[in-house]
């Protein structure tokens, strides 16, 4: 069954938009200006090209919606779907609004997704839309949070196919 994502919150609409509008801004407004004296101005077109490039892979990397199969939750991605086997899950959970510091991963361009730390101090792995009304699932290897349109239908399917 496929689930959808939420919403985009505030920080994560904020932030893809003025990036978007940032990068093409420069694009049009200063880089095709400057093509006529582009041995001038090589390395600004090059950086330009370095972040539109760093663009593109955070949103190949997003997560785009979640796959429960028979023995599998698969948080879908256009590259790199992370895997959740059902016999490993401990716990799932409605969690409100947890507290989580990004250690290594994307804060808000596109969706979250990456290693993050929890109020404990624990590694958690998110991929998220949105930082409110998270799902929490807790493995044998590891704590995940996500962020499915319909919480309570998801919440009540991995409860019904995993060993919790």
Known sequence: MVFRLAKWDSMVKFGTWFTIIVMLGTGVFVLLPLLPDLHEYFWAVVIWFVL?????????LAPRYYLLTGDKLIIRRI????VIDLDEIISVDKV???????????GGL????GLFNDE??????????RLTDMVK???????????P????????LL????YV
């Open 52 to 60: 539109l490039l760093f663009i593109i892979i955070t949103y190949l």
């Open 79 to 82: 590259i790199g779907n992370i």
């Open 96 to 106: 409100k609004k947890p507290r989580l510091w990004r250690v290594v991963g994307n």
């Open 110 to 113: 596109f969706s979250y997704y």
């Open 120 to 129: 404990q101090g624990n590694k958690v792995k998110v991929y998220s839309t």
């Open 137 to 147: 699932i807790q493995t044998k290897t590891g704590t995940f949070y996500l962020s």
């Open 149 to 156: 349109q319909k919480n309570a239908e998801f919440i009540d």
């Open 159 to 162: 409860k019904g196919r995993a």
